[in-house]
């Protein structure tokens, strides 16, 4: 039991990410509004990002941006930069981009709601259904 | 100019997309034009590229000159130029026989649509050509979301809703494929396919990179439909315009099982994905079910355009199974599959484009009488019908034969028996069609038909759409004579010798 | 064997593929008609101008592409393609004057459509002729199944509707789900699907039964031979217009059956194998079941063209048998057999849309007393019954007398009553109508007024072939020549 409870301390962040993946699919799943279902998906995509970013964190860095002075005696070569004292900046870098695409997303899948919702007059999915069985 | 063609693959139609929405503002006539050339060029540098591959070997770009794997390389070899070449070529046609469905169906739309057109075939030809996995995942997006955009572009509401649910599920599979390279990136420290190739081998044991395995798969039979994950696939491509449809129902899925070959091949080698990760009989078996699944669904489907798409989550089958049976031969039936499932799909969806321009529909009842109205569209889907069916000399046999040859080599005949079931299954389901266009509704009366009846006038769909659709379907035959120097010549060198 | 690399063969089969003519001169039936003929003397000069390279033992070879390592699609023309080639294509001219004949007669329609796939058909029986291995002849025998469809379907009512899925059932069907699979284990136990004079799969060590399987898999997958179980597909193809039934059910389509599982017995299998494998008996029983009931079966009917239908099936296992029997004598017989029934058979199938077009009668029993009107028809009628009969002065008797004396060489005393019985089944199918139509009290005589034939168009092929048939038992070559040479070729 301990080693279990040493497992969830110790890989936190893991847990953290599983459990909002699994809250976003739920909504996914079994929602029924149409602009819930789309919140949910934001979720499963923002606990990714989340375990990215986790991952580049250690014990004691800082972030990863560089100080500079002005001027030329300030030059990039005065500072000897050790990188074990700044957190990995890549994952930052490619969940911006994600963080991007899950903006851009969002904006599509919201604008495919308004169309459905034009539509159908409600953004409910069993009366959506309902209606097209009716026809 | 050559040392560019893998940058101008992918940078030519993606300037292009800006160019066309601002000419959809300045003069709506522009947009087709530029995208034509777009995509000529860029088919023009795949096949330059192609014959590059053939002559030297692998092909690597690195991006702004910056060296794997701190900079972005695309990484051509064999496969990926076979690939590269057929999606350039396949949008092109498309392309040119569309025009007049998409100024027909949404005429004040035209900047937008073209625009969406050329992103999307971007996305799918960065996909394929990039050697960078986290490159790959924002590709995916791109043509994602571009697809989305596309298929939701239908006049009736049942578009959007479709669409919606195809983003839901085609989110899901690529945040897993996200996860599964975190996973990769978090055990390697690198994002550049062959180096992590590289790194990879002394980690095979480690739990980590068999789940990054497993997940990355998952998120890519997400994107693919591969049953049970294919519930998005029939309506989405169902309600889309047919422009839409008949772009994207041969390319997405495509390009989504070079990924999973990729993946096996290049970035996991076969001795990973198939001895130490003990699943391939597992998946095979999915396989079989999906294919056994499409065809089942497809024969219950009274719409003509419902039933394809059952008949691509079937073929999808095909091609999951053949790549992990974990020979020469299966992997050779899957990748010659991807060439053949691409033309053969365009060359149906063409056809069905046609009917639905002159016909308005695609349901069983207004296909009647269509030999005599639209004789030379059939033709077309006729030919395509016996691709899929799998009759000799079309391309269809040729990789069926390859595929079955793997099933047997590898003593699963299950699989074997599954695509003989999806060819007879075909039949019935392409013969019954055939039959409600040849046997006129006023066959009824007349017994012995004596010529007597009015035999109804052709009409058929204006020459720039019937026209693309005999080439295609000619290009079918041609590709099934030229199966021996395909193989020989390019998919002999895509799998690695350590395949048996 | 010396091998001798030309088109011909390609040009062959591809002449009646070149139907761009027929299709543009749709407005102008005689210039339609004259393309057909065009393509039919073409091809027939082209198999013909081979035929003295074949006697001299050499054969013919042309590779098309090399699609697959050991299996390309592949020409090899043998005596055996030879003597098949010949009467497929000799027959495709009379029978293009015998329709021009029907079609007009009966004013049927769509017969552009008609006459391109009939040359689409015949182009597909060459290939299967000159066919090189196995993949190749799978490739023409479908394209066969699919050229004949719209034929076979040809008035698009409801019958022709049910008669063409169950076509498309039994014959597609068995060649995707028997054919294909069995070839593509043949191929991976052997390598290769060559056609050589013994059989590629001998000296592949497979297993006995693994061998029964594919021989099964491959006789019945061929099912345009009609082997019971696989045959009725046959009858219900008689809602076809005749010429369709005359050349595809009586020469092409169904030769093109019995053909492919000739080769399969000797040339997949081959004979030395079937015999230490002792697999002969297998084959003959099937036929002999298939020549019984077949026989049986058409004593009962009275349409004509379903009679002809259930003894072509029988006809058709006479074929079988004799290859079955695995003796030089009876391989001989069974061969020239395909030539002999060839001529016979249009000739009665030619009689019977004779007599639908100059009376409409469908059934034997609205036909009595018809030789007084029809007496050439008739008379061509009764020549070739007797040559299917096996009896002079028809054609037919040579084959049988040599599959008679095969029998006896192989020892097979039950095939040798098989074959005796039911030639007295024939006969007593045959000869009645016969014998009505001549010589009946006048009070029962269904017609009236005297003579008055079918339309010359129609009446001509059929004497013609009769004629042949006569002449074939005087002077058989080049066809027995050509079975001879190949049974040496085997043994």
Same mark, same amino acid.
């Given at each position: ?11 936190y ?10 809250i ?8 029924n ?17 989340l ?11 800082t972030?990863?941006?560089l100080?500079?002075g ?8 005065s ?15 490619l ?10 997303t ?7 709601a ?13 009366e ?8 | ?24 503002w ?5 947009c ?7 995509l ?9 590229l192609?014959?590059?591959?053939? %002559? ?19 990484y ?15 949008s092109?046609?498309?392309l ?12 004040d ?11 999307m ?13 986290? %490159? ?5 997006? /791109? ?5 989305y ?7 009736k509401?049942r ?5 919606? %649910? ?29 180096d ?9 044991q ?18 693919m ?27 997405a ?14 970035v ?33 489907e009274?719409s003509?355009?419902?039933?394809l ?8 089958g ?9 020979n020469s031969?299966?992997?050779t039936?899957?990748?010659?599959h ?24 695609h ?25 899929i ?18 099933a ?5 005949y ?5 695509l ?5 299954v ?9 039959? /409600? ?8 009366e ?10 109804p ?8 759409m019937?026209?693309p ?32 | ?22 299709l ?46 050991g ?19 000799s ?47 799978y ?6 199944s699919?050229?004949?469809?719209p ?17 498309l ?13 069995? =070839? ?6 052997a390598?290769?699907l ?46 076809a217009?005749?010429?369709v ?6 020469? *092409? ?18 004979t ?7 697999f002969?008996? &297998?084959?003959?029983?099937f ?6 009931v ?12 379903r009679?002809?239908a ?7 296992s006479?074929?079988?048998l ?29 009689? *019977? ?8 009668k ?10 007084r ?18 009896v ?15 029998a ?42 005297g ?9 001509v ?6 004629? &042949? ?10 066809f ?10 085997? =043994?």
């Amino acid at each position: 039991m301990t080693d279990f409870a040493q497992l969830v301390v110790a890989k936190y962040n893991y847990w953290i990410y599983i459990t909002l993946m699994m809250i976003g699919l739920y909504a996914i799943i079994s929602k029924n509004n149409l602009v819930k279902k789309i919140l949910g998906m934001n979720i499963f995509q923002t606990a990714i990002i989340l375990f990215y970013v986790s991952i580049g964190a250690k014990k004691g860095a800082t972030i990863p941006i560089l100080e500079h002075g002005h001027g030329p005696a300030h030059g990039a070569g005065s500072h000897v930069v050790h990188a074990a004292d700044y957190m990995n900046p890549l994952p930052h870098v490619l969940m911006l981009t994600a963080i991007v695409v899950g903006v851009a997303t969002l904006g599509v899948a919201l604008a495919l709601a308004l169309k459905v919702y034009r539509h159908y007059h409600t953004l409910e999915e069993d009366e959506i259904l309902a209606q097209i069985r009716k026809k | 100019m050559s040392t560019q063609y893998p940058a101008l693959v992918v940078v030519v139609p993606l300037l292009s997309a800006f160019l066309i929405s601002a000419a959809g503002w300045a003069n709506k006539r522009l947009c087709f034009p530029i995208a034509v050339v777009a995509l000529a060029i860029s088919t023009y540098s795949c096949f330059g590229l192609l014959v590059r591959v053939l %002559n030297e070997g692998v092909v690597v770009y690195r991006w702004a000159g910056w060296d794997p794997p701190w900079g972005i390389a695309y990484y051509v070899d064999h496969l990926n130029a076979l690939v590269l070449t057929v999606v350039a070529v396949v949008s092109l046609i498309n392309l040119v026989a569309t025009k007049k469905s998409i100024d027909e169906e949404f005429p004040d739309k035209l900047g937008p649509f073209y625009s969406l057109y050329v992103l999307m075939v971007t996305g799918c030809l960065g996909i394929v050509a990039t050697g960078d996995a986290f %490159n790959l995942y924002v590709l995916l997006e /791109i043509s994602a979301l571009t697809g989305y955009g596309l298929l939701a572009m239908g006049s009736k509401g049942r578009a959007p809703l479709s669409t919606l %649910n195809y983003l839901y599920m085609g989110t899901i599979g690529a945040c897993f494929y996200l996860l599964g390279i975190g996973y990769l990136y978090i055990v390697t420290g690198s994002l550049n396919m062959v180096d992590i190739a590289g790194i990879l081998p002394s980690l095979y044991q480690s739990k980590a990179v068999m789940a990054a395995f497993i997940i990355c798969m998952v998120g890519v039979w997400l994107k693919m439909a591969l049953f049970p994950l294919h519930a998005w696939l029939p309506n989405a491509y169902t309600y889309a315009p047919s422009a839409a449809s008949s772009l994207i129902a041969p390319l997405a899925t495509k390009v989504m099982i070079y990924v999973m070959i990729r993946l096996i091949l290049t970035v996991f080698t076969p001795e990973f994905a198939f001895t130490t990760l003990s699943v391939s009989n597992a998946v095979v078996w999915l396989a079989v079910i999906a294919i056994v699944v499409g065809a089942v669904l497809a024969l219950q489907e009274r719409s003509l355009k419902k039933m394809l798409t059952y008949v691509i989550v079937a073929e999808v089958g095909y091609m999951v199974g053949g790549a992990w049976l974990g020979n020469s031969a299966g992997m050779t039936g899957a990748i010659l599959h991807i060439v053949n499932d691409a033309l053969m799909t365009l060359c149906v969806f063409l056809a069905v484009g046609n009917i639905v321009y002159k016909a308005k529909g695609h349901c069983f009842e207004d296909l009647q009488g269509l030999f005599r109205k639209m004789p030379f569209t059939m033709g077309g889907f006729v030919i395509g019908a016996l691709s899929i069916i799998g009759v000799p000399p079309t391309c269809g046999f040729f990789s069926k034969w390859y595929l079955i040859s793997g099933a047997i080599k590898a003593g699963q005949y299950h699989f074997m028996a599954a695509l003989l079931f999806s060819s007879l299954v075909c039949v019935v389901l392409f013969f019954r069609i055939i039959e /409600i266009g040849y046997y006129e509704p006023f066959s009824e009366e007349h017994g012995h038909g004596h010529g007597h009846h009015q035999e109804p006038s052709m009409e058929e769909a204006p020459l720039s759409m019937v026209v693309p659709l005999l080439i295609v379907a000619a290009g079918l035959v041609v590709v099934g004579l030229y199966t021996g120097d395909i193989v020989e010549h390019i998919i002999r060198f895509a799998i690695p010798k350590g395949l048996a | 064997m010396e091998t001798v690399v030309s088109i011909k063969p390609l040009l062959a089969v591809l002449v009646s593929l070149l139907v761009t003519p027929i299709l543009a001169s749709s407005r102008a039936p005689n210039v339609r008609e004259m393309w057909t003929f065009v393509a039919a003397g073409v091809k027939f000069l082209l198999v013909l101008s081979m035929l003295p390279v074949i006697l001299n033992g050499t054969q013919i070879v042309y590779t098309v592409a090399e699609v697959i390592p050991g299996a390309a699609i592949k020409f090899k023309v043998d005596s055996f393609g030879m003597l098949f080639a010949l009467v497929s294509s000799s027959l495709w001219i009379v029978t293009s004057v015998y329709s021009i004949g029907y079609m007009r007669g009966l004013k049927e329609h769509s017969q552009t459509r008609y006459f391109c796939f009939f040359a689409f058909a015949l182009s597909a029986t060459i290939g299967v002729a000159f066919a090189g291995n196995l993949l190749t002849m799978y490739l023409f025998y479908e394209m066969l199944s699919l050229a004949t469809y719209p034929l076979v379907t040809h008035h698009q009512d409801h019958e022709a509707r049910s008669s063409g899925r169950k076509y498309l059932l039994y014959i597609v069907g068995t060649s995707i789900g028997l054919v294909l699979p069995a =070839m593509l284990i043949c191929y991976d136990l052997a390598g290769t699907l060559e056609f050589g004079t013994q059989g590629f799969l001998a000296g592949t060590g497979a297993s006995k039964s693994l061998m029964a399987v594919l021989l099964v898999l491959l006789i019945f997958g061929f099912a345009k031979a009609a082997i019971m179980p696989f045959h009725s597909w046959l009858p219900a193809a008689m809602v076809a217009p005749t010429p369709v039934s005359a050349l595809l059910h009586a020469v *092409a389509v169904v030769k093109v059956g019995v053909f492919s599982v000739v080769r399969v017995i000797t040339e997949v299998f081959g004979t030395d194998l079937l015999f230490s494998l002792n697999f002969s008996p &297998i084959i003959l029983f099937f036929a002999s079941a298939t020549i019984l009931v077949g026989s049986l079966i058409a004593l009962s009917q009275d349409n004509l063209k379903r009679l002809l239908a259930f003894s072509t099936i029988a006809q058709l296992s006479y074929i079988v048998l004799g290859v079955g029997l695995l003796s030089p004598l009876g391989m001989t017989g069974g061969m020239l057999h395909i030539a002999m029934h060839a001529f016979g058979k249009i000739t009665l199938f030619f009689c *019977a849309g004779a007599i639908f077009v100059a009376t409409g009668k469908k059934n034997i029993s609205e036909m009595i007393g018809i030789g007084r009107r029809m007496p050439v028809t008739m008379g061509a009628f009764f020549i070739a019954s007797l040559s299917i009969t096996g009896v002079p002065p028809g054609g037919g008797f040579i084959s049988k007398w040599y599959l008679v004396l095969g029998a006896l060489q192989a020892h097979q005393v039950a095939v040798l009553v098989v074959l005796l019985v039911s030639s007295f089944l024939n006969a007593c199918y045959f000869l009645p109508i016969v014998y009505k139509a001549f010589f009946c009290p006048p009070k029962e005589v269904m017609f009236k007024g005297g003579f008055q034939e079918a339309p010359l168009f129609c009446v001509v092929p059929l004497v013609i072939t009769a004629v &042949i048939s006569i002449i074939l038992l005087l002077f058989p070559q080049p066809f027995l020549q050509l079975a001879t040479m190949t049974v040496q070729g085997l =043994m």
